[in-house]
């Protein structure tokens, strides 16, 4: 039998409980920050809002003595209770695979003096996992149960997420593809497999054009080859441009509700990068799946425009779906992917 671990915290959620119907079917919270493990959750993972999340089918609502009552799953899979006086319990499964906080899978490795941690699953040819700004290991979780299948999967913590330093360099989406590279190196692997999303994206696109011979197929979802609206929609950029500067003025304030560090400089690496040329493009010669959905944040025709100048790529839209594809619905996304790695390239005749 699972056994059931407990952990309490205390915060107001009043406001997302105003719910009318009993469903909650299609519930929008706005409520969920960075995903780390399960047993260093704290009040500050719930206060720290980084996403709206569409939280559906998962969710039940409950009244008890006039008391409301939400049991929903984040974004890790963790069972939350919320009630309309305060109260909040993360139910962990005991047994359930700790992704990003796995004694047996972890591993160190100190790049550039800054301590970098990743994970290692399953037997075969290697492919690597990249997660997005916002995310960490404990993200890829759908994607690290289906490839280790059949691949021998790695995954890291980008800087500054989950249990990787940050460092004392700014952030840069070039120290992330080394910091990949230098993990490949040191399990002397001389090419892998590479899927990335978001920043993951931008990072697996970067190591096929600096580190060609790494690559053996890339699939690159939601990235951007430039910080600005040609690329992001306003509505995005806005923000990330209004957390910067929200999080550069509790530095100087000094405050420690968090670590604003992190927040600026995850921030900064999104306003200010990358800056990917079509040039840079060209240099790619592995075959790689370029992928987004008809609502994302990126804009359609950049997606496009990444397609078209790598020589040896597909293109896949995700009708439908947005850029949280890779967790609520990763049977679509992972058997796409699957295919594309298994099956030879197709298309240099078309683009003759």
């Not at 056994?3 to 997302?16: D, N, R, Y």
């Not at 962990?92 to 100190?110: I, Q």
């Not at 890339?218 to 990235?223: E, P, Q, T």
Request: glycine share 6%; aromatic share 10%; with cysteine.
């Amino acid at each position: 039998m699972r056994k059931i671990l407990f952990l309490f915290v205390a915060l107001s959620f009043t406001q997302l409980l105003q719910a009318q119907d009993s469903t909650l079917s299609n519930t929008t919270f706005n409520h969920l920050a960075l995903s780390v493990s399960a047993l260093d959750r704290s009040v500050d993972f719930y206060k720290n809002v980084l996403n709206i999340r569409e939280i559906t089918n998962r969710t039940k609502m409950e009244v008890s003595d006039g008391i409301k009552q939400v049991f929903f799953q984040d974004p890790d899979g963790y069972w939350v209770e919320m009630n309309s006086v305060g109260n909040i319990k993360t139910h962990v499964e005991s047994d359930a695979t700790p992704y990003g906080n796995n004694k047996e899978a972890g591993h160190h490795l100190v790049v550039n003096g800054s301590d970098i941690y990743y994970e290692t699953y399953g037997e075969g040819a290697p492919l690597v996992l990249l997660h997005g700004n916002g995310g960490n290991i404990a993200n890829m979780q759908p994607q690290i149960e289906c490839f280790a299948r059949k691949y021998k999967v790695i995954v890291m913590d980008c800087r500054g997420r989950g249990k990787s330093e940050l460092g004392s360099d700014s952030l840069t989406y070039m120290q992330m593809t080394q910091d990949i590279d230098a993990i490949l190196n040191r399990l002397k692997l001389d090419s892998a497999y590479v899927i990335g999303r978001s920043d993951g994206g931008i990072v697996a696109l970067l190591l096929a054009v600096y580190y060609p011979d790494k690559v053996k197929k890339g699939a690159a979802f939601a990235a951007n080859l430039t910080p600005d609206t040609t690329a992001l929609y306003p509505f995005f950029y806005d923000q990330v441009k209004a957390d910067r500067k929200e999080s550069d003025a509790m530095i100087a304030k000094k405050d420690t509700s968090q670590n604003w560090r992190v927040v600026q400089q995850r921030n900064r690496l999104m306003e200010f990068q990358p800056h990917i040329s079509a040039n840079d493009l060209h240099k790619i010669k592995c075959p790689v799946l370029v992928l987004s959905t008809d609502r994302d944040i990126i804009r359609e025709e950049h997606t496009f425009f990444i397609y078209r100048n790598i020589s040896k790529a597909n293109l896949c839209i995700f009708t439908g779906e947005n850029r949280y594809v890779t967790k609520n619905n990763p049977d679509l996304f992972n058997s796409t992917v699957a295919r594309y790695f298994d099956e030879p390239f197709k298309g240099e005749k078309l683009r003759q």
